[in-house]
């Protein structure tokens, strides 16, 4: 199985700064038939289900905002919010679409310092 | 607008079953992959298994695999996870997800808890 692992385990950012999220897996995730990365970040609020934020590592979905950005390959990736707003209170998780079984990270929870 | 609607979650005795329906409308069903994704109180996602559109093609992660029955009926866009020889471990919300690509969750319903417990 591919693991995830996500770092740090929470954060607290002032608002208007910039949260960093990092998220590494246990082997490559690229697929060399498409050249895409299969990572995807997802925004979990409390007593919400979790939403799609990123795939193919840095594609945002439909909707999403422009300060949140995905960067990296191959097995280190990072979620960049670039300026917190009060509405971005969250659990992140990374996930592995490259390979069954499908495999998340611990999650990230980012707060308001 | 994608809607994901889900029901039979309950209080269930270890070993005991349920049956856990997902309605979906605003999409085509039958053209998307469906995924059961579960989160016990307070913990991280967990996926436990995933359709494709047709019903065709199914996985299981290996928690569940021999004890949990995914399917689903696209005459009434409804998706299903029967799950038998339930665990206190078992307990959580359980979403199920629409798919594009069978990987990943685009849409999430707002979930069902599951509780096993004598």
């Known amino acids: 199985d591919i693991v995830m692992t996500q770092s740090p385990d929470s954060l607290a950012v002032s608002l208007g700064e910039r949260a960093t999220i990092n998220c590494k897996s246990s082997?490559?995730?690229?697929?060399?038939?498409?050249?895409?990365?299969?990572l995807v970040w997802y925004q979990q609020k409390p007593g919400q289900p979790p939403q799609l934020l990123i795939y193919?590592?840095?594609t945002r979905a439909s909707g999403v905002p422009d300060r949140f950005s995905g960067s990296g390959s191959g097995t280190d990736f990072t979620l960049t919010i670039s300026s917190l707003q009060a509405e971005d209170v969250a659990v992140y998780y990374c996930q592995q679409d490259y390979a069954t079984p499908l495999t998340f990270g611990g999650g990230t929870k980012v707060e308001i310092k | 607008e994608v809607q994901l609607v889900e029901s039979g979650g309950g209080l269930v005795q270890p070993g005991g079953s349920l049956r856990l329906s997902c309605g979906a409308s605003g999409f085509t069903f039958r053209n998307y992959w469906m995924l059961w994704v579960r989160q016990a109180p307070g913990k991280g996602l967990v996926w436990v298994s995933r359709?494709?559109?047709?019903?065709?093609?199914?996985t299981y992660a290996d928690s569940v695999k021999g004890r949990f029955t995914i399917s689903r009926d696209n005459a009434k866009n409804t998706l299903y996870l029967q799950m038998n020889s339930l665990r206190v471990e078992d307990t959580a919300i359980y979403y199920c997800?629409?798919?594009?690509?069978?990987?990943?969750?685009?849409?999430w319903g707002q979930g069902t808890l599951v509780t096993v417990s004598s």
């Open positions: 193919w590592a840095s």
């Open positions: 082997q490559s995730v690229l697929k060399s038939s498409d050249n895409n990365n299969y």
């Open positions: 997800a629409q798919s594009t690509g069978g990987g990943l969750g685009d849409y």
């Open positions: 359709i494709n559109g047709d019903g065709s093609f199914t």
